[in-house]
């Protein structure tokens, strides 16, 4: 039996204990053997005078999933390539692969609302109430690590665009998005295809992405990283990126202001010409079981902060807190932005991070689309003081995303100590 087909088998055993059935009983083993005839897929049980004939639907669907072909850099350093379904291919034929069952399965409910209030970017442009929302901004981010904002400005007609090509590309056949953006030659965790990917062994996320590098300008040049249908795609994004710069940039002057900082304590890092910006397009489909898979595994965001806009669906973020899991309540209509790393550092620990994860949903394809703002690779970060020894060191950026992006995914926040005294 090939590895992927092993795995998928223990990855179903596991589900069988975990729901303290008495493996002994016949009719569980029956269905254990008929798992392991069945390998590696995942689906509603065919035990029917039918399943010759789904078995052989089945196997005519599996030739039908295209993959993608990741790149990632193996225990030994070397580059390796490993086909990847395509999970809009996937949801198309509603199939759960066992690679992609969480191992202990992830029996993740969706957890109930919570009220989380909005920062008013128009008040918060006032004399009158900035006092009033800075109070609120360093509530909201102590308790979630991120927060909601409206009456930012944006025009709303950009958003729209933003969602249009961003639908118009995942419509279109496979061979066509592959054509449209090119391929990679590196595990640089570019363009289309699959999320961060390390080893054979990590369970596979419920997701198909797309990212590219949106500043400097010119990072991107030479490489095929922008997709070039639908045509107005780049342009498009471009115009979030521009507009959402402006707003992160005044909400780096917020932040800093809400612990009582000088107003340039955070954005002192940043220059429009040579700031990073990368953009990431998360497309979650439908899945016929959420509740065993995850869309993209607990995280928190290598970046200052992020922008994030959403659509399809309004259920899919969730963000540890108190140690529970919370569906974020974040409507489509307004936009969300999350605390990365590097704020936490900037602000010697003022601010943490948030540690946060997206679930698929049942009947609704969802997507995000990810704007992760950062200083330019060589800035060096000093942490504010308040005369008291500080919690954490001085960080070059660059240094610090190498060392998140060698050690992630991990089960917790793990990464951030690389920058912390003992
Ligand atoms: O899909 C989302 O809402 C979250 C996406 C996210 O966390 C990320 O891209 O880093
Ligand atoms: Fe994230």
Redesign the pocket.
Known sequence: MDKLSKMAVEKNTWMFQDHNINEHHLTVRLRVIWIIYRLQWCRPDTSSPDSTKNEKKEMENIERIHHHDTKFIDQNGHLQTIKIPVVQDLARLKILPGDFIQNPVAAHPFPPHTFFDAIDMAKLRTKSGRATELRKLASICDEWGMFIIRNHGLDPRALEEVEQVVKNFFELPFEDKKSSVGTYTDADNMGYGRNFFKSQHQPLDWIDRLAMKAAPVGSTEGLRVWPNNPPNFRPAVENFVEIGRQVLDELLEALAEAISCDTDSFSRYFDPDTSEINV?V?Y?PACPRPDLTM??VP?S?ASAL?L?T?FGSEN??QVLKSNQWITVPWPCDSLLV?VGDLIEIMGDGRFRSSW?R?VAQPDTGRF?V?LFYRPPRGAEIEPVSDGESNKYKNVVVGDYLDHFYKLSPTPTKQAIMFAKFN
Request: proline share 0%; glycine share 12%; aromatic share 6%.
């Open positions: 990431r998360n979650y869309g993209l995280h965001d992020t994030l959403q899919g973020l999350n946060h997206a995000s990810a």
